[in-house]
């Protein structure tokens, strides 16, 4: 059984955020030897982020976790 976690990164309503979380995403999906997903995780991860902080005032919130089933989410 594929081992689960759960990263919540919490970030300010900043254009800067966008460039953080593809690389904290992109670091997480290593460390897990989930490199195979680091390209498709990073461009929606993107345009999730980038939505927020354009479309929103308040700060957002990047989730990504994998479930004991070894499904892994990103919202």
């Known amino acids: 059984m594929p081992e689960s976690w ?3 990164l919490y970030i300010p309503n900043d254009l800067r955020a966008v ?4 690389r904290t995403l ?11 997903l680091v390209d498709t995780a990073e461009l929606l991860a993107t345009e999730l982020v980038s939505n927020a902080v354009r479309h929103t005032k308040g700060p957002a919130a990047l989730r990504v976790r994998r479930s004991p089933e ?4 990103i919202g």
């Open 26 to 36: 992109r670091l997480i999906l290593t460390l897990h030897g989930l490199t195979g």
């Open 70 to 73: 070894g499904v892994v989410w």
């Open 6 to 8: 759960d990263y919540t």
């Open 19 to 22: 460039t953080v979380c593809r």
